[in-house]
Structure formats: C-alpha cells, structure tokens
C-alpha cells in the first residue's frame, strides 16, 4: 500500500528513489525505462529531501 505525504501518493520505491534524486540534483530514471509511477515520485521525492535535509541537518 502506498504511503500518503503532504498529500501526495509515493509508491514504496520512494525510500531509495529520493536520496539518488537528491544527489543527482535530477531524475535519474530519465535514462532509465522508468514506469509512469517512478515520474510521479520524483517531484514529491525532490520535495521530501529537501525537508528531510533541513529537519536532520544531514552534511
């Protein structure tokens, strides 16, 4: 079952999807045959990491 954040579906990939698109600074599954449900996440995975970076004070 998918997890509900501000509002916004995330498919359970979203764990692993939102650090590589937080170092990439982009998606990275745009070299990749990515399924419209991976597209979907990374806007909200951009989002999350950048929360999740301010509230943890991660380097």
Avoid: T
């Amino acid at each position: 079952m998918e997890r509900i954040s501000n509002g916004v579906l995330m498919p359970p990939s979203h764990d692993f999807v939102a650090p590589l698109l937080d170092l990439k600074g982009n998606s990275i599954f745009q070299n990749q045959k990515a399924s419209q449900a991976n597209r979907v996440a990374i806007i909200p995975s951009k989002i999350l990491c950048q929360w999740s970076s301010s509230s943890s004070n991660h380097p």
